[in-house]
């Protein structure tokens, strides 16, 4: 039996800091914490649209869009952030009460967050949709009558640049919701001029040619809309197979 050689390891490259005050400075630098608190904050800090049934909201979807997000940079829970937020507000003499842990919690599901679009000008788009598995059934239900078999799930509806990646709009419906019947909402959250748009077999439906605001060049016979547009995917990635029936395009 031959011997096996091990090959040595290289030595470990050893840097010897030179500009140790300059480093020492970097280090300290690193827990040093900035706040810039904008002049107009106490206009928005509080609540000021139309009433609604019930309870009326105290703080702004901005004051607690704030909060969640200094929540998130510095990891802490919705009782840290409102003891945090509380001590900058105090520090800065700044004269505004803070949301508390609860109105974080209730406000931050239902919160709205509109992401800003890198690109302003027309747009390729591809769409497509995958599952999403539900997990944690509860104990009581656990203990009770045991893990189901059969574990429901969800369907994640994105559509997306293929230039960039940018993920121009996004839906999570019910697993009984079909790929065609999401484009319409999916395309409402597009400001951008659709310049081509490509995806699947599923969605090669009458409902995604008739059902969308936008003009896009459709193929006289849905059924052909593969063999028609499928030079669009081959022009765009001349190194890939030609498409299948399955996929198709379609340009403006």
């Given at each position: 039996?031959?011997?096996?050689?091990?090959?040595?390891?290289?030595?470990?490259?050893?840097?010897?800091?030179k500009?140790?005050?300059?480093?020492?400075?970097?280090?300290?630098?690193r827990?040093?914490?900035?706040?810039?608190?904008?002049?107009?904050?106490?206009?928005?800090?509080?609540?000021?649209?139309?009433?609604?049934?019930g309870s009326?909201?105290?703080?702004?979807?901005?004051?607690?869009?704030?909060?969640?997000?200094v929540k998130?940079?510095?990891?802490?829970?919705?009782?840290?952030?409102?003891?945090?937020?509380?001590?900058?507000?105090r520090?800065?003499?700044?004269?505004?009460?803070?949301?508390?842990?609860?109105?974080?919690?209730?406000?931050?599901?239902?919160l709205?967050?509109?992401?800003?679009?890198?690109?302003?000008?027309k747009?390729?788009?591809?769409?497509?949709?995958?599952?999403?598995?539900?997990?944690?059934?509860?104990?009581?239900?656990?203990?009770?009558?045991?893990?189901?078999?059969?574990?429901?799930w969800?369907?994640?509806?994105?559509?997306?640049?293929?230039?960039?990646?940018?993920?121009?709009?996004?839906?999570?419906?019910?697993?009984?919701?079909?790929?065609?019947?999401?484009?319409?909402?999916?395309?409402?959250?597009?400001e951008?001029?659709?310049?081509?748009?490509?995806?699947?077999?599923?969605?090669?439906?009458?409902?995604?040619?008739?059902?969308?605001?936008?003009?896009?060049?459709e193929?006289?016979?849905?059924?052909?809309?593969?063999?028609?547009?499928?030079?669009?995917?081959?022009?765009?990635?001349p190194?890939?197979?030609?498409?299948?029936?399955?996929?198709?395009?379609?340009?403006?």
């Amino acid at each position: 039996m031959p011997k096996h050689t091990t090959t040595p390891s290289r030595p470990k490259t050893l840097y010897r800091v030179k500009n140790w005050s300059e480093y020492d400075k970097a280090l300290v630098q690193r827990g040093s914490i900035r706040f810039w608190i904008c002049a107009g904050l106490e206009k928005t800090w509080m609540h000021t649209g139309e009433k609604q049934r019930g309870s009326q909201f105290d703080y702004s979807d901005q004051a607690i869009r704030v909060m969640l997000t200094v929540k998130e940079v510095f990891h802490l829970t919705n009782r840290g952030v409102e003891g945090f937020v509380r001590s900058i507000f105090r520090m800065m003499r700044i004269n505004l009460p803070v949301p508390d842990h609860s109105t974080l919690s209730k406000r931050g599901k239902d919160l709205k967050v509109n992401l800003p679009k890198k690109n302003n000008r027309k747009l390729n788009i591809v769409m497509d949709s995958t599952g999403l598995k539900i997990y944690g059934e509860g104990e009581w239900k656990v203990r009770q009558h045991g893990v189901s078999k059969r574990r429901t799930w969800r369907k994640l509806h994105i559509g997306a640049n293929p230039e960039d990646g940018e993920i121009q709009a996004v839906i999570l419906t019910e697993n009984s919701v079909s790929d065609d019947a999401a484009v319409a909402v999916l395309l409402k959250q597009i400001e951008q001029e659709i310049d081509e748009f490509a995806a699947d077999g599923a969605y090669n439906k009458r409902k995604v040619y008739d059902g969308r605001e936008r003009t896009l060049t459709e193929c006289e016979d849905p059924d052909s809309t593969a063999q028609e547009c499928a030079h669009l995917e081959t022009r765009q990635h001349p190194s890939r197979a030609s498409p299948t029936r399955r996929e198709f395009a379609l340009h403006s």
